[in-house]
């Protein structure tokens, strides 16, 4: 069976620090992995993905993340965050052998001007 | 580009109800789910669909529930008997394919569900 483990249910950034999303997945096999972020009263949209090959994947809107298979872990971050970053992010995963999406309980993003 | 659609997008029933939730997926994709939402919690898979049938469903995914896809665009979900517990928010998904990577799953804007 597989899981995810998002560390934090509320993250606060000033605008243009840094925002670090933790997290942490199990899976018997390997895994797919996939962050989405949920904008109020909308849908989830894909913000980045990995499958296989480069470890460091980067996404939409400044976002990247890094599959650490050691550490079990796929953290997403980007740089300097901005007002419209404040949302809801699930991390989710898929193991190479399934379909379904597990997602972690997210993580909602404030950002202080 | 192409995208997901979900309606209603707001849904208030009574308890005992039936409800329809009705989804059109990306028009070349062979693959659709359901997953929900309740409040506060994770998003949970519901159902996934192939081939004019259920190909995988959860244990949430009882009696009460059923999906079609009745026409070539639209794949619904159907609650015969709606409870208390079924208020969530529910996401219809497509992906164009489960072989190989990405699995990617192309999510609509969900349907909110509310039993009264």
């Known amino acids: 069976a597989q899981s995810v483990t998002q560390l934090g249910s509320h993250v606060s950034v000033s605008e243009g620090a840094l925002v670090l999303l933790r997290c942490n997945y199990s899976?018997?096999?390997?895994?797919?992995l996939f962050w989405y972020v949920q904008y109020p009263n909308q849908g989830l949209q894909l913000l980045l993905k990995y499958t296989t090959g480069a470890t460091l994947v980067k996404g939409i809107n400044g976002f990247e993340a890094e599959f650490k298979k050691s550490e079990t872990s796929f953290h997403l971050t980007k740089p300097s965050a901005h007002m419209s970053d404040a949302a809801e992010y699930f991390c989710?995963?898929?193991?190479?052998?399934?379909?379904?999406?597990?997602f972690g309980a997210g993580t909602t993003v404030t950002v202080r001007a | 580009e192409p995208e997901v659609t979900q309606t209603p997008s707001h849904q208030v029933t009574q308890m005992g109800q039936e409800v329809i939730l009705r989804c059109v997926p990306i028009s070349n994709h062979l693959y659709f789910y359901w997953y929900r939402q309740i409040l506060g919690q994770k998003v949970e898979f519901l159902v996934s669909f192939y081939n004019n049938e259920i190909s995988e469903k959860s244990e949430i995914f009882d009696d009460q529930f059923s999906v079609e896809r009745p026409d070539g665009s639209n794949f619904t979900l159907k609650i015969r008997s709606t409870k208390l517990e079924d208020s969530a928010m529910y996401f219809c998904a497509s992906s164009p394919s489960r072989q190989g990577a990405p699995y990617e799953q192309y999510f609509g804007p969900g349907t909110r569900l509310t039993v009264t």
């Open positions: 989710a995963v898929i193991p190479s052998n399934d379909y379904k999406l597990s």
């Open positions: 899976s018997s096999v390997p895994p797919y």
